[in-house]
C-alpha cells in the first residue's frame, strides 16, 4: 500500500489572538491508500480539530499551527496514480485548498439534517461540486454524473430524488446523500466526523456498510472520527485513541480493541456498558408503582385553509406495561418510534388521548392539573440534554429547594438546604455545588444534578430519557453506576428510555421494544436480548455494532 | 453551613459586556446627565433665588416653592442611592424602590402645598431696591413659566441678544428663557419614554407569556388581540384623545403604552414558546410548581434578554411620538417640551433657529443614545458575539 495522507506532529492550537488552547498535541499517523484509520477520544480530545486541520476548515484566524505537516500524496486528477511530489496542506494558500476540497479530499459531517441546504435541490447541490472541480463536463455528462452518484449510494428513483429538496429525505437518506456528494469528484481520502452518530443503529449500520463498499471499490483512503467503540470495530483497519490532544495509541484494529496497552484506553473499553460488570439482581418482586393501560397519544394532523384534522399520527398507539419497585424497565427504540412522547405522557407532560395511567393504585389520567400536583411527588423525570435541563439563571440550590417548599418538605429553608447539601452527597457532587449556576458544570455533573433534582421529591418512580446518550463512556459509567444504585439501595423504579442496547445490558431488569407506537416485545433483559422473537427485535439487535463480532452482548 | 460567594449573574455579565462598547458607555452618560438634569431640574433653572437673605431674614424660596412632583423625582433619586447600599437580589430591591417611591408620592401630594401664585418679578424688584443682604441664584436664573412682563413685550429673542439679560439659549415666543425651559423639559421626555414603555412591557409580557406558554386557543385570541392593536394607529388616537379629554401628559403615556405593547408581546410569545419545550420548564412542571413560579421564575428571566432590547428602542420612539405630538400644537398647553418648542421655531414669520437647533438636537442626541444602547444591549446579550472558548 501506498501512503495516501501523513499527519506529522500536527500541533494545533485554538484561541482568539491572544490566548491559545492547545487542542491538538503533536499527532501523527498515516492513512495509507484502501485503508481506514478511525481517530476515537471522548469529547474535547481534539479528534474532530484534527480532521479540520487536515481539511484547513478551522474558523479563520482562531488557530495556528506551530508543529507540523500535513502532507497529501497524489494530487493528480485521476487519483490512482501515485504522484511525485506531497502537497504540504498546512502551508497551501487558498486557492489549492479549494482546488483540493471536494476534488482530491471529501468530507462527510456528523449531522445530516443542517449538512444539506434546505433551498437547493439535492441536484443542484451535487452539480455545484462538479462545476467547480470539473468545469469541463457539459450539463447533460453532470446531470447523469449526479444520477449516478445518487444511485451509487442506493437512493432509490435517483432520478426523481435529484429534483426533490432535502426535507424530503429521512435523516438516513440525507446522510447517503451527503457521501454521494463527498464521493461525486471520486477524492483519494474521505474524511468522515462522526457521520452515523446522528442515526438509529439499523440506519447506522447500513451507512457503514456503504461506505465500507465503496472505499473498497474505489480504494480510498478514509480517516473516520468517531466515539464509538462498536463502529471502530466494524469499519477501522487501523485505530487511533486520542486523549487531551495526543494521539495515546494506535495500532491495528485487532490489537487495540483486544489487547490494549495504554492504560487510557483500557479504561475506556472497560467503561463499555456491556463491560461494566453486573451485579447480581434481585428478581423484580416489589409492588407495581405505575401502569399503564393500552394508553395512546395521537397527535392531529391539520391540512388546508381551515386547519381541519384531516388524520391522527398514532405517536403511541396502545401501549400497556408496568413498572415494579426496584426494577429498572427499559424502553427501546429507533427515533420517532414514541418512546419519548409515551415517557411524557405518563408523567401528564402530553396529555394522553385514550388509555389509563395508573399511579399506585390511583388513576391519574383525568386529574386535573391541580390534583396532579401533589401526586408530582412520587414521580420524576430526567431529560436527555445535559444543555437544558437545568434552569441557567438559578443557582442549583434554588433549582433543589424550590420544589421541597413547595410541597412542605422541611420545616425552613435552612433544613431545605442541609437536605439538598444531603442529596449532593448521594450523587455524588461536592457540596459546594449548591452555590453555582449550572454552566460552571461539565454535562456528566450536570446530569447528575438533575438526578438530584429529580430525588430532592423523594419519588418512587422517576422516567429517565435517554440520560447518558449525550455523555462520553467513562462519563456515562458513572450515571448508570449511580443509577443503579439507586435502585437497589432504595428500590425506586426507573422506566429508562434509551436506544442503546449496551446501556440497556447492563442497566435494565426488564426491556420493552417500541416500533411505531407500539410495543413489539416485552420481557426479562436477558431472554429479550439472548432469544429475540419478534422480527424487529431480531434487526436492532442485529444491527448494534459490537466489539466481538457476532459475541452476544 | 459555610456560604460560598455567589457566582457572578447574569445581569452582571451582561451589564460588563455593555459598558465594554464605547456606544454603549456613550449613549448611557448621555442618558445619565439627562436623568440628573431632569432629578435637579428646579434646582439648576430657577427664578425663585435658592438662597436669600432679606432684611436679615434668611429664606430659601427655591425650596419652598419645591412641587410635588419634584419631592417626588428627588425623593426617588434618594431611594435609589439609599438601596444600592442593601443588598439582595436586583428584582427585590427594585420592588423596594417602587414601593418606596409611590410612599414618596403619597407623601409628597399630600404634604407639599407650595403657593400658586407666583409673583416671579418679585425678586428682581427686591434685588434692584437693594434689600437683599445675601443672594445665591440657580445657575440659570429663570423659571420655565417666567415670561419676564416686568421687562416689557420682550417677546422672542436670539440667544445673548438681549440687553441686561442673559439668555443664553435664547427666549421663546412668550420671553421665557429657552435653556430653562429644555432643562424641564427633560422630564417628560424621560418620563414619557420609561412610563410608557414600561405599560408596554407588563403588558405584553402578561399577554404574551400566557401565548407562548399555553398556546392553542389562548395563544390564537391573544395574537388577534395583538393585530387589532397593531392596526390601530397611535398618533391619531392621540390626537382623538386630545380632542375629546383635552391634553394631559399622563393620558398620553397610557396611550402611547397602551398601544405600543403587542410588540413585546410578540417578543415574550416567541421565547415562551421556545422556553416551553425546554427540559428545565418541563421538570419544574414534573416537580409540581405553581404556575406562577413557572412562568416568571423559570421562564421569563430566560426570555428577557431580546425584551430589554426591545424596549430601549421603545423608549426612544415613545419620546419621538410625544415630540410629534407637541410639535403639531397638540401636547401640553403651558409646560415645556421640546416638541412643543421646535413648533415655536417654524410659528413666527422668521424662522427661530435657535428654538429647532436646540430641542431638536436633544431629541436627536436623545433617541440616539438610547438606539447605542439598544444596539450593545442586542450585542452583550447574544451569545454568539461574546467571548467564545469559555465552556
Known amino acids: 500500500m501506498a501512503k495516501l495522507l501523513e499527519i506529522d506532529g500536527l500541533v494545533t492550537e485554538l484561541g482568539n489572538g491572544r490566548d491559545w488552547v492547545r487542542a491538538v498535541a503533536g499527532v501523527s499517523l498515516v492513512v495509507q491508500r484502501g485503508e481506514t484509520v478511525c481517530l476515537v477520544g471522548e469529547s474535547g480530545s481534539g479528534k474532530s480539530v484534527t480532521a479540520l486541520s487536515v481539511m484547513g476548515l478551522l474558523p479563520r484566524g482562531r488557530f495556528r499551527h506551530p508543529q507540523g505537516r500535513i502532507r497529501l500524496h497524489a494530487e493528480r486528477a485521476d487519483g490512482t496514480q501515485e504522484g511525485g511530489e506531497a502537497l504540504d496542506l498546512l502551508g497551501a494558500d487558498a486557492a489549492t485548498l479549494t482546488r483540493i476540497r471536494g476534488a482530491r479530499i471529501g468530507m462527510i459531517f456528523q449531522e445530516p439534517m443542517t449538512s444539506l441546504n434546505p433551498v437547493m435541490t439535492i441536484g443542484e447541490q451535487l452539480g455545484e461540486v462538479l462545476q467547480l472541480h470539473r468545469p469541463e463536463l457539459s450539463d447533460a455528462a453532470r446531470a447523469a454524473r449526479v444520477v449516478a452518484a445518487l444511485e451509487e449510494v442506493r437512493i432509490p428513483d435517483a432520478v426523481q430524488r435529484a429534483k426533490e429538496y432535502p426535507h424530503r429525505l429521512s435523516g438516513g437518506q440525507r446522510q447517503r446523500v451527503m457521501i454521494a456528494m463527498a464521493l461525486i469528484c471520486e477524492p483519494a481520502l474521505l474524511i468522515a466526523d462522526e457521520p452515523t452518530t446522528a442515526l438509529d443503529v439499523t440506519v447506522q449500520a447500513e451507512i457503514l456498510r456503504l461506505m465500507r463498499e465503496l472505499q473498497t471499490r474505489r480504494g480510498m483512503g478514509m480517516l473516520f472520527i468517531t466515539h464509538d467503540f462498536g463502529v471502530v470495530a466494524q469499519i477501522a483497519d487501523t485505530v487511533g485513541v486520542m486523549q487531551k490532544g495526543a494521539l495515546v495509541e494506535c495500532g491495528p484494529v485487532a490489537a487495540v480493541l483486544h489487547a490494549p496497552q495504554h492504560p487510557y484506553t483500557r479504561s475506556l473499553i472497560a467503561a463499555l456498558p456491556e463491560h461494566l460488570p453486573r451485579g447480581a439482581r434481585t428478581p423484580g418482586g416489589g409492588d407495581t408503582l405505575l401502569a399503564l393501560e393500552d394508553l395512546a397519544v395521537h397527535f392531529p394532523v391539520r391540512r388546508g385553509l381551515l386547519r381541519r384534522v384531516v388524520d391522527h399520527f398514532r405517536a403511541v398507539d396502545g401501549v400497556s406495561l408496568e413498572v415494579r419497585a426496584g426494577e429498572v424497565l427499559a424502553l427501546v427504540g429507533e427515533s420517532g418510534c414514541g418512546k419519548t412522547t409515551l415517557g411524557r405522557a405518563l408523567l401528564r407532560l402530553i396529555e394522553p388521548t385514550a388509555g389509563r395511567v395508573v399511579l399506585q393504585g390511583q388513576d391519574i389520567t383525568r386529574h386535573s392539573s391541580r390534583a396532579l400536583r401533589p401526586l408530582r411527588r412520587q414521580m420524576q423525570v430526567v431529560f436527555q440534554d445535559p444543555g437544558s435541563s437545568l434552569n441557567p439563571r438559578l443557582p442549583i440550590v434554588t433549582t433543589l429547594v424550590e420544589p421541597m417548599r413547595v410541597h412542605g418538605i422541611g420545616r425552613d429553608d435552612a433544613e431545605r438546604r442541609a437536605r439538598a447539601a444531603e442529596l449532593l452527597a448521594r450523587v455524588e457532587m461536592p457540596p459546594d455545588s449548591l452555590w453555582r449556576y449550572p454552566h460552571e458544570f461539565s454535562g456528566g455533573q450536570r446530569q447528575r444534578l438533575a438526578i438530584a433534582r429529580a430525588l430532592v421529591l423523594e419519588p418512587r418512580f422517576i422516567v429517565c430519557d435517554e440520560v447518558t446518550s449525550a455523555l462520553d463512556v467513562s462519563v456515562q459509567a458513572g450515571i448508570l453506576k449511580l443509577l443503579r444504585r439507586l435502585v437497589d439501595e432504595q428500590r425506586l423504579g426507573i422506566l429508562f428510555i434509551t436506544h442503546n442496547i449496551g446501556v440497556v445490558a447492563y442497566l435494565s431488569d426488564r426491556v420493552c421494544v417500541m416500533q411505531s407506537g407500539r410495543v413489539v416485545e416485552q420481557g426479562a433483559t436477558d431472554e429479550v436480548l439472548q432469544r429475540p422473537r419478534h422480527a424487529y427485535t431480531q434487526v436492532l439487535l442485529a444491527a448494534v455494532p459490537r466489539l466481538e463480532p457476532g459475541a452476544a452482548p | ?391
Request: proline share 5%.
Open chain 2, 1 to 391: 453551613m459555610t456560604e460560598v460567594t455567589a457566582p457572578r449573574p447574569w445581569g452582571r455579565q451582561v451589564l460588563a459586556a455593555l459598558l465594554r462598547r464605547a456606544s454603549a458607555r456613550l449613549g448611557l452618560a448621555w442618558i445619565g446627565f439627562l436623568v440628573l438634569i431632569a432629578i435637579f431640574a428646579p434646582l439648576l433653572a430657577n427664578t425663585h433665588p435658592l438662597y436669600m437673605v432679606v432684611d436679615g431674614q434668611a429664606s430659601s424660596p427655591a425650596l419652598a416653592r419645591l412641587e410635588a412632583l419634584d419631592w417626588l423625582w428627588m425623593g426617588g433619586f434618594g431611594l435609589a442611592l439609599v438601596l444600592r447600599l442593601v443588598p439582595g437580589p436586583f428584582v427585590k430591591r427594585f420592588g423596594l424602590w417602587l414601593l418606596g417611591l409611590a410612599g414618596t408620592a403619597a407623601l409628597a401630594y399630600g404634604l407639599a402645598a407650595p403657593q400658586t401664585l407666583t409673583v416671579y418679578e418679585r425678586y428682581r424688584e427686591l434685588e434692584a431696591s437693594g434689600r437683599i443682604e445675601a443672594l445665591v441664584r440657580a445657575p440659570i436664573p429663570y423659571s420655565p413659566k417666567d415670561y419676564l412682563r416686568d421687562f416689557g413685550d420682550t417677546g422672542i429673542e436670539a440667544p445673548l441678544a438681549a440687553s441686561g439679560r442673559t439668555h443664553w439659549l435664547g427666549t421663546e415666543e412668550n420671553g421665557a428663557d429657552v435653556a430653562s425651559r429644555m432643562i424641564h423639559a427633560t422630564r417628560v421626555a424621560l418620563g414619557i419614554g420609561f412610563i410608557a414603555t414600561g405599560i408596554a412591557i407588563v403588558i405584553g409580557i402578561v399577554v404574551g407569556g400566557l401565548m407562548g406558554y399555553f398556546s392553542g386557543v389562548v395563544d390564537m385570541i391573544g395574537m388577534r388581540l395583538v393585530e387589532i392593536f397593531e392596526a390601530i394607529p397611535t398618533l391619531f388616537l392621540l390626537l382623538t384623545f386630545v380632542a375629546f379629554f383635552g391634553r394631559s401628559i399622563y393620558m398620553m403615556m397610557v396611550i402611547i403604552g397602551i398601544t405600543s405593547w403587542s410588540g413585546y408581546a410578540r417578543f415574550v410569545r416567541a421565547e415562551f414558546l421556545k422556553l416551553r419545550d425546554q427540559d428545565f420548564v418541563q421538570a419544574a412542571v414534573a416537580c409540581g410548581l405553581p404556575l406562577p413560579s413557572i412562568l416568571f421564575r423559570h421562564m421569563l428571566p430566560n426570555g428577557l434578554a431580546p425584551l430589554l432590547v426591545a424596549a430601549s428602542f421603545g423608549v426612544a420612539s415613545a419620546i419621538l411620538a410625544e415630540a410629534t405630538l407637541s410639535f403639531l400644537g397638540l401636547g401640553l398647553v403651558d409646560d415645556p417640551s421640546w416638541g412643543q418648542m421646535l413648533n415655536q421655531a417654524v410659528q413666527s414669520s422668521s424662522f427661530n433657529w435657535w428654538l429647532a437647533v436646540f430641542p431638536g438636537g436633544a431629541i436627536f442626541l436623545t433617541v440616539f443614545a438610547y438606539n447605542l444602547v439598544g444596539e450593545a444591549l442586542r450585542d452583550a446579550v447574544d451569545p454568539h458575539t461574546q467571548r467564545g472558548g469559555a465552556a
